[in-house]
C-alpha cells in the first residue's frame, strides 16, 4: 500500500504548557477545522486525553458524510502525543503533534502519514491538496488564537 506524508511546523509566542493545553482539549479540533468539513466532535466533554482514549467525530468531504473514529496511541506531555484512525476515510491515518520549547514560545509541529483508497491518483488529484488546505487553515488559527510569528 502507497503511503503518503505531510509536515508542518509553526512557532507560536506562548508558552509550551498554554500551547499543549489548547491540543490537549480534543474539542478545539472543532477550532482548527475549516468550516466547510463541517468537523463535529461527538464524543461528550470532557475528554481526558491519555493513551488508549477513542475519540468520535462526524464530518463532511465533499459533501459527503463522514464517520471517524481515532485513538490516542501516545500520550506525552507536554512534548507529544499520536491519534490513529480507527475508522474512517482513510486506510491509515497517523498524526504525530510534537510540541517544543524555542525562542521563548512553541513549536508545534504536525507529521501524517495516510493511505487512501485509490493510491497516488486519488491522493494527487483530491487528498493531498485537501490536506494541505486543512492545515493552512488549521496554521492561519493557531496564529489568530496565539499571536502572529514576530
Known amino acids: 500500500m ?5 509536515h508542518s511546523s509553526l512557532w ?9 493545553a489548547f491540543f490537549a482539549d480534543a474539542h478545539n479540533l472543532e ?14 466533554r470532557p475528554i481526558d486525553l491519555s493513551k488508549g482514549v477513542k475519540i468520535d467525530y462526524r464530518l463532511r468531504v465533499h459533501g ?5 473514529q481515532s485513538e490516542i496511541t501516545a500520550w506525552e506531555p507536554p512534548r507529544r502525543f499520536v491519534d490513529e484512525q480507527l475508522r474512517g476515510p482513510y486506510r491509515i491515518w497517523r498524526h504525530e503533534h510534537h510540541f517544543r520549547e524555542e525562542r521563548s514560545g512553541t513549536v508545534a509541529e504536525d507529521h501524517i502519514v495516510y493511505a487512501v483508497p485509490g493510491g ?3 491522493n494527487r488529484l483530491f487528498v493531498a491538496r485537501d490536506v494541505e488546505k486543512i492545515f493552512a487553515f488549521r ?11 514576530g
Open 2 to 6: 502507497t503511503g503518503f506524508e505531510h
Open 12 to 20: 507560536l509566542p506562548r508558552p509550551l504548557d498554554e500551547v499543549f
Open 31 to 44: 477550532i482548527l477545522t475549516p468550516p466547510w468539513l463541517r468537523f463535529e466532535v461527538l464524543t461528550p
Open 64 to 68: 459527503l458524510p463522514i464517520r471517524w
Open 120 to 122: 497516488a491518483l486519488i
Open 139 to 149: 496554521s492561519e488559527k493557531l496564529r489568530e488564537l496565539f499571536g502572529q510569528a
